[in-house]
């Protein structure tokens, strides 16, 4: 199956006479999408994470879960729309290999992704995660632990990932006066004063310079171990890491030895390896960890972007052009 015929669907050859859902969408979602397509027979099904409903004779599923079998056992399955965006629990050689297309829903979450960040960096750097365990204790804290502050201002950002997320954490925090350097895979000019494009081959030089390092790449071949016991040991040390990417873009046994040596100044985690983290876990305990447990991407307009992606392509499909949002099997997003 050539490159070209993962980009779109012929309308001829695939319709589109039924598609399913497999999470329990916001009231009314379903029934404009069944208003605006009534050819297309819409069927609502579980939610993935809580049982997979076999897909049958669907063209076409919107999920965040599929196992491998499942699409032997779906014939007529060409296109799945994943919820989220990350699809390193996809199983990508079993859909590129059927030709069916992937998309999926990333951009829909930068925004408030961006804010999390953002949100972590200040309260790492103002203390706030010992301050409202303070709280809990009803001890007014003025004592010289508060001295124990950074600024952010003036400070150096290396953001790891420079898609829609990692450009959002960058004007973000370039409106706070740090100096953003931002990493990804091609060359790319920026027009935003303090931030810079840069290409992942300067990532052991940026890591030496960085007062905060931010992970947002996918999991893929490429990006897991990346950040591992040689490449923490050379960033400057006392930084501070944040992980709104994967888990195991991190090799966690070094990253809870840095944060106990201080090498790492503090992190902050939504994404951890294992996830969830095991209760006995070392890294809940370190007196410098945050872990906001794969929060980041929630936000009440979620599904509204999800919808409108959903929506505009089912046109694309329905026209045979190709989709938004389509996952480059070969980069593994
Ligand atoms: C995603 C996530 O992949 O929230 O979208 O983890």
Same mark, same amino acid.
Request: charged share 20%; proline share 6%.
């Given at each position: 199956?050539?490159?070209?015929? =993962? &980009?779109?669907?012929? /309308?001829?050859?695939?319709?589109?006479?039924?598609?399913?859902?497999?999470?329990?969408?916001?009231?009314?979602?379903?029934?404009?999408?069944?208003?605006?397509?009534?050819? +297309?027979?819409? +069927?609502?099904?579980?939610?993935?994470?809580?049982?997979?409903?076999?897909?049958?004779?669907?063209?076409?599923?919107?999920?965040?879960?599929?196992?491998?079998?499942?699409?032997? !056992?779906?014939?007529?399955?060409?296109?799945?729309?994943?919820?989220?965006?990350?699809?390193?629990?996809?199983?990508?050689?079993?859909?590129?290999?059927?030709?069916?297309?992937?998309?999926? @829903?990333?951009?829909?979450?930068?925004?408030?992704?961006?804010?999390?960040? +953002?949100?972590?960096?200040?309260?790492?750097?103002?203390?706030?995660?010992?301050?409202?365990? !303070?709280?809990?204790?009803?001890?007014?804290?003025?004592?010289?632990?508060?001295?124990?502050? &950074?600024?952010?201002?003036? /400070?150096?950002?290396?953001?790891?990932?420079?898609?829609?997320?990692? /450009?959002?954490?960058?004007? &973000?925090?370039?409106?706070?006066? =740090?100096?953003?350097?931002?990493?990804?895979?091609?060359?790319?000019?920026?027009?935003?004063?303090?931030?810079?494009?840069?290409?992942?081959?300067?990532?052991?030089?940026?890591?030496?310079?960085?007062?905060?390092?931010?992970?947002?790449?996918? =999991?893929?071949?490429?990006?897991?171990?990346?950040?591992?016991?040689?490449?923490?040991?050379?960033? &400057?040390?006392?930084?501070?890491?944040?992980?709104?990417?994967?888990?195991?873009?991190?090799?966690?046994?070094?990253?809870?030895?840095?944060?106990?040596?201080?090498?790492?100044?503090?992190?902050?985690?939504?994404?951890? %390896?294992?996830?969830?983290?095991?209760?006995?876990?070392? =890294?809940?305990?370190?007196?410098?960890?945050?872990?906001?447990?794969?929060?980041?991407?929630?936000?009440?307009?979620?599904?509204?972007?999800?919808?409108?992606?959903?929506?505009? @392509?089912?046109?694309?499909?329905?026209?045979?052009?190709?989709? %938004? @949002?389509?996952?480059?099997? %070969?980069?593994?997003?």
């Amino acid at each position: 199956m050539g490159e070209e015929c =993962l &980009k779109s669907a012929d /309308s001829a050859a695939a319709p589109l006479r039924r598609l399913m859902v497999r999470y329990s969408l916001p009231p009314g979602t379903l029934e404009s999408l069944q208003a605006a397509f009534p050819d +297309i027979e819409f +069927i609502q099904a579980e939610d993935a994470f809580v049982q997979l409903t076999p897909l049958g004779d669907v063209d076409a599923v919107v999920t965040w879960n599929l196992a491998e079998d499942e699409i032997a !056992a779906a014939p007529n399955l060409r296109w799945v729309q994943w919820i989220g965006a990350g699809v390193d629990h996809a199983p990508l050689a079993a859909l590129r290999n059927r030709g069916i297309l992937l998309t999926n @829903n990333r951009g829909v979450h930068a925004n408030n992704i961006a804010e999390h960040v +953002i949100g972590m960096m200040i309260s790492l750097a103002r203390n706030f995660p010992n301050l409202v365990r !303070a709280q809990d204790q009803h001890v007014w804290k003025m004592d010289e632990e508060r001295w124990n502050v &950074k600024e952010l201002a003036g /400070s150096r950002l290396v953001v790891l990932g420079a898609g829609n997320l990692g /450009s959002a954490i960058a004007r &973000k925090a370039a409106g706070l006066d =740090l100096d953003v350097v931002v990493l990804g895979r091609n060359p790319r000019e920026t027009y935003l004063d303090r931030v810079t494009y840069r290409t992942i081959d300067a990532l052991d030089a940026e890591l030496a310079e960085a007062d905060h390092v931010v992970i947002c790449t996918p =999991l893929t071949d490429e990006t897991r171990g990346l950040i591992d016991a040689d490449r923490i040991a050379r960033v &400057k040390p006392g930084a501070y890491l944040y992980n709104v990417g994967r888990g195991p873009i991190v090799d966690t046994d070094a990253l809870v030895a840095a944060l106990q040596s201080g090498q790492l100044g503090a992190a902050a985690l939504d994404v951890t %390896d294992p996830e969830p983290l095991p209760a006995e876990h070392p =890294l809940w305990d370190l007196p410098n960890v945050f872990i906001t447990g794969h929060t980041s991407g929630a936000t009440p307009h979620y599904w509204d972007r999800a919808a409108r992606i959903l929506e505009g @392509n089912i046109r694309h499909y329905l026209a045979g052009e190709p989709l %938004d @949002n389509l996952v480059d099997y %070969d980069l593994g997003y």
